[in-house]
């Protein structure tokens, strides 16, 4: 029997119960509180899930007052950043649901904080764990394709347009571009190692959205449902970014990799209106390359695998706690994820260019 890991949960909404049947499959794991600013929801979580172990607060400041080796957070987009700052300055180990903030700023103190305290601020991902992406991000970092100058992204629902929390801008934040976008932004950004962005050029509309046709909370609806943006970055690497959660189109294209010596084309898995973006697994990968002057496409074979990418990001966080290795996705790689979506805001509300700030200090 190993050390027992004690879990804590803020936030128990509908992710929480995935991080919390997660938590329930590793072997000495044990979840002893779960908070929720709503009176109640937080024990009649522990009540669903079976936790006989865990308190309910109302208050997640009284949760971080246990011992506790991490803690997820499952809060709504507006509440990470000061659920975040409070868990880590009492010096517990964070495991962050996606986005990983509303603004660059609150971002860039996330990571200072963790930095300051010396505590893991881990941002959850989990399509990198499906072992397909590993071939990706290994023919691009391997010189495959040469050098990579421009890289094309994103995807879009046909419909698939969620509602409450999500559609709301003093709760969300964003909207697709938070939800999907930031999955097919780490997709390309982190088989590029994460370059430091430098300019967002960017649009965004809600047609569908605030329309009582496509939506049955249209009088809510204050977000983005559609986004595409053009980002540059050091090194001379362009972007095309985009995302949707409605339209009226099947697709909106394959993610693409162009290289001085090759090029590689990635769909992601899935079927119907509600595929088509990246928080799931990798559907097929193509090179484009030539041999002996002939232009030639491979399909890459796949590896078949019945890996559930969300419990294994859970699982890579307990190990991180269980063996005091870094962060398995760090906040500081992330911070250049919420830096692009902050830029798409500003650049969308200018109708302009806009440039982007990291301080050199992260």
């Keep these: 029997m190993g050390k ?58 009284k949760l971080l007052e246990l011992d ?38 609150e971002a860039v103190e996330m990571v200072q904080v963790s930095k300051k305290t010396g505590k893991m601020l881990n941002v959850g991902f ?20 040469g050098k990579v100058y421009y890289v094309e992204t994103g995807g879009g629902r046909r ?46 509309s809600n047609y569908f959205g605030t329309n009582p046709k496509y939506h ?7 977000v983005e449902d559609f986004g595409l943006a053009m980002v540059r970055f050091e090194g001379d690497l362009v972007l095309n970014f985009k995302t949707s959660w409605a339209m009226h189109m099947d697709t909106l294209g394959a993610t693409m990799f162009l290289g001085t010596d090759a090029g590689m084309k ?22 484009f390359h030539d041999i002996q002057g002939h232009h030639t496409e491979s399909n890459i074979p796949l590896i078949k695998h019945e890996i559930n990418v969300f419990e294994e990001k859970i699982k890579d966080f307990v190990r991180a ?22 830029g798409i805001i500003r650049s969308a509300q200018t109708k302009k260019e806009v440039e982007i700030h990291i301080p050199d200090l992260v």
């Excluded at 308190?55 to 997640?60: I, K, L, P, R, V």
């Excluded at 509602?163 to 571009?177: E, K, L, N, S, V």
């Excluded at 088509?276 to 559907?283: L, M, Q």
């Design 266 to 287: 990635v769909l992601p898995a899935g079927s119907g209106p509600w595929s088509g973006v990246w928080d799931g697994h990798v559907g097929s990968i193509s090179l």
């Design 216 to 222: 049955a909370e249209a009088g809510q609806f204050d």
């Design 321 to 342: 706690l269980r063996e005091g290795t870094p962060a398995p996705i760090p906040g500081e790689e992330i911070l250049r994820n919420q830096a692009i979506i902050d």
């Design 68 to 105: 506790l080796d991490g803690v997820s957070i499952c809060t709504p987009n507006v509440a990470h950043y000061r659920t975040t700052v409070d868990a880590l300055s009492a010096g517990k180990n964070v495991m962050l649901e996606k986005p990983m903030s509303v603004t660059l700023d």
């Design 126 to 145: 989990q399509p990198r764990y499906d072992p397909n992406m590993a071939i990706i991000k290994n023919m691009v970092q391997n010189g495959q394709l």
């Design 159 to 204: 419909r698939g347009m969620p509602g409450g929390t999500f559609i709301r801008q003093d709760i969300a934040g964003a909207g697709a571009m938070a939800d999907i976008g930031c999955y097919s932004l780490d997709l390309a950004l982190n088989t590029l190692g994460y370059p430091k962005p430098l300019t967002v050029s960017a649009y965004t």
């Design 4 to 61: 027992t890991i004690r879990i804590g949960i803020i936030g128990s909404g509908g992710i929480a119960g995935a991080h919390a049947r997660a938590y329930k499959g590793i072997e000495d794991v044990q979840i002893v509180g779960v908070a929720d600013i709503l009176p109640d929801k937080a024990q009649q979580f522990i009540e669903r899930w079976d936790l006989p172990d865990a308190t309910g607060f109302d208050d997640h400041r």
